[in-house]
């Protein structure tokens, strides 16, 4: 049981390039989130999915994409980065039966570390 | 808007025992979490509280008042290990959980 994973774990873009994030878990959650963690910054929330083939905007959703094709993938793009978009990037997925904290505990992936030059 | 506040940093010394505070102004609540953030890892979960009260947790304990809008983590017997962020969040009227930026534990021998 991997629970979440993110690939990669670390990436160097020049302004204007253009990458996808993966993320990956395997406790068949229907929630699933993008944050970005900032120094002196709580996480701000990106982009989310309530379940497979839907999305929605959090927080910060300006610069990003995402999709969700499969439960168990969901993908963040930046089309253009840019070096305000230097930051770490976590994966989380929430969402199982019951009540109480285990319907909502969010589980992370490990992060990307993303460098914007 | 919506607001989570809590101490920058704080300093404790092993064997002793810390409170760390936590304050919010959120549009609706479903419930508020504390997660531990080694450096350079994710976040984990640590405590859940809806209720108010104390939720006790071996050496870690919660506390909830949500008419002061106010929750603590308190930890004993601190450890080296300990030293870590410690991130309050709380879930809004839309189940999205809105984060404090985190209290950076540095425990000393």
Redesign the interface.
Known sequence: NAGVTQTPKFRVLKTGQSMTLLCAQDMNHEYMYWYRQDP??????IH?SVGEGTTAK?EVPDGYNVSRLKKQNFLLGLESAAPSQTSVY?CASSGTSGS??AA????????TRLTVT | GQNIDQPTEMTATEGAIVQINCTYQTSGFNGLFWYQQHAGEAPTFLSYNVLDGLEEKGRFSSFLSRSKGYSYLLLKELQMKDSASYLCAVMDSNYQLIWGAGTKLIIKP
Do not use: N, T
């Not at chain 1, 002196?40 to 929330?45: C, V």
């Open positions: 002196g910054m709580g996480l701000r929330l989310y959090g976590f109480g904290p909502y505990e969010q589980y992370f992936g490990p992060g």
